[in-house]
């Protein structure tokens, strides 16, 4: 079928174009648009278009409108019936505008009768009811909108014989109307509960992560507390009473710092001052006979890390390389940037490192650590050099790009 909009060329166009046909003539048919041009992209159980949402629905209405229209008034004019273009055009737009109109009442009744079990198959029977009602409100509108303007067809033919026609016509069309309001607003809620399931599925995954590292770092902090009271107790049987109390204090600021409420990631600039506190205590334990050397780039200090993960390659650094020995040693701990790479190297002018040597808890756990953060984008390895060198390498990631 094709649809005929109003005409001013007599009775008998203005009835043709309501759908019936005028005494001693054939009904004209009309042409059904795909009512699946009409999309509901709210999906959060909202009725209410905004004035962006409402814009593109009066502009696909009015689209589809005119394309309706110049259809019929092609096939008038390959058939050599009267017609003119602009009633036709205006009359189309209305019929569209109207079942703009219903939209958001079908986006409610969608929304308060989804489609997916449980209740699906008594949603389903609700929705044809629905779908019965939201065609004859539509029709009753427009067939009022038109005697609004030709008031001569309440008496010919009447508007119960222009009613049942319009509903003969284009009962079809509304149902497809209603169907595809429907349709588009279950595809899009099913995208947006997928939507929704994915980005809870991410956040779960996350606070998994942040958990884990966690507990990492919670497995950590007991064995640097276990070794710095070893060093207290060492001095304080060595009567350096003094150097043990230092201990002591710098171990106070170490572990607020450290068991604090912090971040699972902080800058490089706050892991240095954490180190700072660290190697307050060494050079407590040492006094001058240890060199510390600290050589952070301005350009890595704004890196992200795993809080307290360079704590066991420089303790490392004391326990097994300059403490060893009684000689005056050097520990250096650098950090830069290259390109996309974060490089932290922790070295000392010790023994080096023995062949048989195997990571201790303090070197498992931060493996543990990186890989839970970083997944198998990073390194942590020795390097040649005199003394021993570790390195490790991350990716770059800042506060701004994180």
Known sequence: MRRCAPQRNGRGGLVSAL?????????????????????????????????????????????????????????????NEAARLFPMLAWSVAAWLVWLLLVPG????????????????????????????????????YVGLIVAFEPQILTDPGVGLVLTARLGGYAVLGALVYVGVVAVEHLVATNERARRREIEAARLETELAEARLQSLATQLQPHFLFNTLNTATGLLREDRNEAAADVLVHLGDLLRDSLGDRPTLVTVADERDTIERYLAIQRARFGGRIDIELDFDDDALGGLLPHFVLQPLVENAFRHGVGETSQRGTVTVRARREKSQLCLEVHDTGPG??????????????????????????????????????????????????
């Open 353 to 402: 490192f023995h062949a048989d040597a195997e990571d201790g808890t303090g070197l498992r756990s931060t493996r543990a650590r990186l890989r839970q953060a970083y997944g198998d984008d990073w390194q942590l390895g020795p390097m040649e050099a005199d003394g021993a060198l570790v390195r490790m390498v991350l990716p770059y990631r800042s506060e701004l790009n994180s």
């Open 106 to 141: 079908i986006v409610e009744v969608t929304r308060r009768l989804p489609l997916r079990s449980p209740g699906a198959a008594r949603n389903t029977v609700l929705h044809t009811l629905a779908m019965i009602g939201f065609v004859l409100l539509h029709e009753l509108l």
């Open 19 to 79: 759908g019936i046909a005028p005494r001693g003539t054939a009904a004209q048919d009309g042409v059904i648009i795909p009512a699946d041009r009409f999309s509901v992209n709210d999906v959060t159980a909202q009725t209410r278009a905004t004035p962006g949402r409402t814009a593109l629905y009066t502009g696909a209405a009015v689209a589809l409108g005119l394309l309706s229209g110049a259809g019929s008034y092609a096939t008038s004019a390959m058939q």
